[in-house]
């Protein structure tokens, strides 16, 4: 099964930045979209960010203008650069990547079939 890799989580104070990386094994897999999600204590989980392989990004609107979600020339690494990190920041941050096609708009949207373990990010107030 293929699985994606995340790093980059920490603790922060509020007002702070923290990047995100995802490896996404691009020699296996043919990928379409790539997201990063999270989850909060007691919360469902929530797509953040999306891109597509076209690099057209979506983003959720309580993390617009903070959060830039980008990729590299290969794909093979997706990132979220984090700034003006807020409490209500604290979450495990998954990425994840869509091997179906789908159309570059539809990347927000879409399901996804491959994921990471997550990673920590704490704020704190």
């Known amino acids: 099964q293929v699985r994606l890799a995340e790093s980059g989580g920490g603790s922060v104070q509020a007002g702070g930045s923290l990047r995100l990386s995802c490896d996404i094994p691009?020699?296996?897999?043919?990928?379409?979209?790539a997201a990063w999600f999270r989850q909060a204590p007691g919360k469902d989980r929530e797509i953040v960010a999306s891109?597509?392989?076209?690099?057209?990004?979506a983003y959720t609107d309580v993390i617009k203008d903070r959060f830039t979600i980008s990729q590299n020339d290969a794909r093979s690494t997706v990132f979220l650069q984090m700034n003006s990190l807020l409490a209500d920041d604290t979450a495990i941050y998954y990425c994840?990547?869509?091997?179906?096609?789908?159309?570059?708009?539809?990347?927000?949207?879409?399901?996804?079939?491959?994921w990471g373990r997550g990673t920590q990010v704490t704020v704190s107030a």
């Open positions: 994840a990547a869509r091997s179906q096609y789908v159309v570059s708009s539809g990347c927000f949207s879409a399901p996804y079939n491959l």
């Open positions: 891109i597509s392989l076209t690099h057209v990004t």
């Open positions: 691009v020699n296996t897999v043919k990928t379409y979209c």
